[in-house]
């Protein structure tokens, strides 16, 4: 702001920092989507593909739910809450994104969202020999 007959200039700063109010989210859908992207972390994630989906199965445990994805590569395995829509999603192959969030998140994310807490990603034995064999 610049006053008249002045030779100074006042700038006005907003002190105040913008914060989202968007909860966090630990998963995605898109009808279009033809993979799920696996956020392993910041530095690695992987994309596997439906058409390599073999199965996934939901155990629950008080409140506590693990959810085991297998494609023919990759066994990726889900703890946390509410996971059965992400088994839904996965289900209509319009899953798209995963990724934990820390515990200290849990608080943000409203009841009934799902919530992962810790993702862990292992190659299936069987792709890593098949891997081997097509090596000359």
């Given at each position: 702001?610049?006053?008249?007959g002045s030779n100074s200039l006042v700038a006005v700063i907003n002190t105040h920092k913008l914060m989202?109010?968007?909860?966090?989210?630990?998963?995605?859908?898109?009808?279009?989507?033809?993979?799920?992207?696996?956020?392993?972390?910041?530095?690695?994630?992987?994309?596997?593909?439906?058409?390599?989906?073999?199965?996934?199965?939901?155990?629950?445990?008080?409140?506590?739910?693990?959810?085991?994805?297998?494609?023919?590569?990759?066994?990726?395995?889900?703890?946390?809450?509410?996971?059965?829509?992400?088994?839904?999603?996965?289900?209509?192959?319009?899953?798209?994104?995963?990724?934990?969030?820390?515990?200290g998140y849990r608080s943000l994310v409203a009841d009934g969202q799902p919530f992962i807490?810790?993702?862990?990603?292992?190659?299936?034995?069987?792709?890593?020999?098949?891997?081997?064999?097509?090596?000359?």
């Amino acid at each position: 702001m610049v006053s008249a007959g002045s030779n100074s200039l006042v700038a006005v700063i907003n002190t105040h920092k913008l914060m989202s109010t968007k909860s966090p989210e630990c998963w995605a859908s898109d009808p279009n989507a033809r993979a799920v992207k696996i956020e392993v972390s910041a530095e690695q994630s992987l994309l596997l593909p439906f058409d390599q989906f073999a199965f996934s199965e939901l155990r629950t445990d008080g409140k506590e739910q693990t959810l085991r994805l297998v494609f023919a590569t990759h066994e990726v395995s889900l703890r946390g809450h509410s996971l059965r829509r992400i088994e839904t999603a996965l289900q209509r192959m319009e899953l798209s994104n995963l990724v934990s969030l820390p515990t200290g998140y849990r608080s943000l994310v409203a009841d009934g969202q799902p919530f992962i807490r810790e993702l862990v990603v292992a190659v299936l034995a069987e792709s890593d020999a098949g891997r081997q064999e097509a090596e000359p």
